[in-house]
């Protein structure tokens, strides 16, 4: 029928782009190559949406903010108004209120707030306004994230990728 039983919130601007299921399903019997580069990131996606479970499992906010920051200089590498390069680090733009936040990691905005400032604590970010921070040691972000639960390698590489080339 078409329609959906929830909705769709986005933090950034987006586009939508919706195929019917049937003419899609032609289109990939007919381009074996398009099956598979879309079998592929599918692949990806699982592999981002296993990276975001084992952030949100983290038991501290202050663990799955961290998480949560990471994901964000994976998802948004290119987008300027997200992630900048400055002085050497990156700057990182939270796109999203600290409610909305609070409520995607499962927790309630008064912990979001200790949880940015105990991650300035530890020198892992420094707060430059309640929606910009500026990462100061990606290690300690990895590290306040759940190092121990692994992160997918694949994560990591990108990461270390996206912070080089952002930052040179």
Known sequence: NGSLNYDIEVATDAEICAFKREPFEELLMHEPELDRVLMLN???ELDRAR?????????????????????LCTR???LDDVLQARNGFLDVKIPIGRA????????RPESIS???????????????????????????LIAESGEELELSNAFRRDLKQILSKRIE
């Not at 909305?100 to 990691?105: E, P, R, V």
């Not at 200790?114 to 290690?139: K, M, Q, W, Y």
């Open 42 to 44: 599918m692949l990806n």
């Open 51 to 71: 990276d975001w479970m084992i952030i949100l499992a983290n038991p501290r906010v202050k663990g799955r903010l961290a998480g949560f920051i990471l994901v």
């Open 76 to 78: 948004f590498s290119e």
């Open 100 to 107: 909305d936040l609070a409520h995607l990691l499962g927790t």
């Open 114 to 140: 200790r949880a940015f400032h105990g991650l300035a604590d530890i020198g892992a970010i420094s707060i430059l306004s309640p929606d910009l921070i500026e990462i100061r040691n990606v290690d300690a």
